[in-house]
């Protein structure tokens, strides 16, 4: 079974230009989820999608940061403008929880290394 | 809001040998979930080993096993025979109701030959 997939890999930019990651989930997993890890710290929920309905975006920076997830499939994360504290790992994760109450295991993908110069 | 909390950011163990990583977490829900996360330099996050909080037997998985302390809002990692491998950052996490995962700093965690 393939895992969760995201591009690239590693990006380097400069403050205020704009950058977009992909994530492509496990098959079958309806729900996805986006992380920012910056250096030294634990993960930290941006965004969740339930198939291509958003269920928490509480922690995403809306100012800046965008999120979508055309027909419950693919995800994109969008950063616009970048700012120097931007500069993280985002990671993306999937799992098959059906709905509220039910807890089904997330799935990392390897994550992208964004540097804002 | 629940906050997790690892107060060990480094720690060093020989291989072979066994070593315990400690977390403590912040919550008034009663029923949860706590997991403990492995990250190797590849950046991928692997699940380790998880517990239920209405579970009171503590869980293993081979060379790791957990001891949770509900009353103290404590739940470490045991690693046993501790292996090369296991060189990684190590993250414990809550879910709860809201089933958001929250992450405490991490500890890093080095295995000697």
């Known amino acids: 079974e393939a895992g969760v997939a995201q591009s690239p890999r590693y990006k380097i930019i400069e403050k205020r230009q704009s950058v977009a990651f992909w994530c492509n989930p496990i098959?079958?997993?309806?729900?996805l989820y986006w992380y920012q890890q910056i250096l030294g710290q634990g993960p930290k929920l941006l965004i969740q999608?339930?198939?291509?309905?958003?269920?928490?975006d509480s922690q995403l920076p809306k100012d800046r940061f965008s999120a979508e997830r055309l027909k419950g499939v693919d995800s994109t994360l969008k950063i616009q403008p970048a700012k120097l504290e931007d500069s993280a790992v985002y990671l993306c994760?999937?799992?098959?929880?059906?709905?509220?109450?039910?807890?089904?295991?997330?799935?990392f993908g390897p994550g992208t290394r964004l540097t804002v110069l | 809001a629940q906050t997790v909390t690892q107060s060990q950011p480094e720690m060093s163990v020989q291989e072979a040998e066994t070593v315990t990583l400690s977390c403590t977490y912040d919550?008034?829900?009663?029923?949860?979930?706590l997991f403990w996360y492995k990250q190797p330099p590849s950046r991928q996050m692997i699940l380790v080993i998880r517990?239920?909080?209405?579970?009171?037997q503590n869980a293993t998985e081979n060379r790791f096993s957990v001891n949770f302390q509900k009353a103290a809002k404590s739940f470490s990692l045991k690693i046993s025979d501790s292996q090369l491998g296991d060189t990684a950052m190590y993250f414990c996490?809550?879910?709860?109701?809201?089933?958001?995962?929250?992450f405490g700093k991490g500890t890093k965690l080095t295995v000697n030959p």
């Open positions: 999608f339930q198939n291509n309905g958003v269920v928490d």
């Open positions: 996490a809550f879910e709860g109701g809201s089933e958001k995962l929250v």
């Open positions: 517990q239920e909080a209405y579970k009171q």
């Open positions: 919550t008034s829900e009663n029923n949860y979930y």
């Open positions: 994760a999937s799992s098959t929880r059906e709905g509220l109450g039910s807890h089904n295991e997330q799935f």
């Open positions: 098959s079958g997993h309806a729900t």
